[in-house]
């Protein structure tokens, strides 16, 4: 499997369910780096019929408060200022071997004048 909107990774496997697990995992890594980078995580594309995985739900969170942090101009620094954290605390968020309390996300996300919203959907 390929990820068109990242342009880089592929990943395989012995059948297509292992194939997808290894295509989680690939993307995950994609966007933490990305976001360990401050690089911009493009949107995805729609599917047309290829194979969709999706981020872990933590993952996802701290890819929201990236997307809302380069979308005001700020970086990690001003954020932990406006938020009055220390530059660590901000550091954990976008860590992705750091897990951090759902609390911390939507205070973030309420400093970029955002808030935090989860939903469900049929599997």
């Known amino acids: 499997m390929t990820f068109p909107d990242i342009g880089y990774g592929a ?7 292992e194939a997808l697990v290894q295509a989680e995992d690939m993307l995950e ?8 980078h401050n690089e911009e995580v493009p949107v995805p ?6 194979p969709v995985v999706r981020l872990p739900a933590l993952t996802a969170a701290k890819l929201e408060v990236h997307r809302a942090m380069r979308q005001a101009g700020l970086d990690a620094a001003q ?3 406006r938020l ?4 660590k605390k901000i550091t954990h968020i976008f860590d992705g071997y750091h897990a951090v ?3 911390h996300l939507e205070a973030a ?3 970029l004048g955002r808030r935090f919203v ?3 959907e049929v599997a």
């Open 11 to 17: 990943t395989q496997g012995d059948t297509f369910e």
């Open 118 to 120: 989860v939903t469900s």
């Open 79 to 81: 954020l932990a200022q």
């Open 101 to 103: 309390r759902l609390e």
């Open 109 to 111: 996300l309420a400093a």
């Open 29 to 36: 890594e994609a966007i933490l780096g990305m976001i360990a």
């Open 84 to 87: 009055g954290w220390s530059p």
């Open 45 to 50: 594309s729609p599917a047309n019929g290829r």
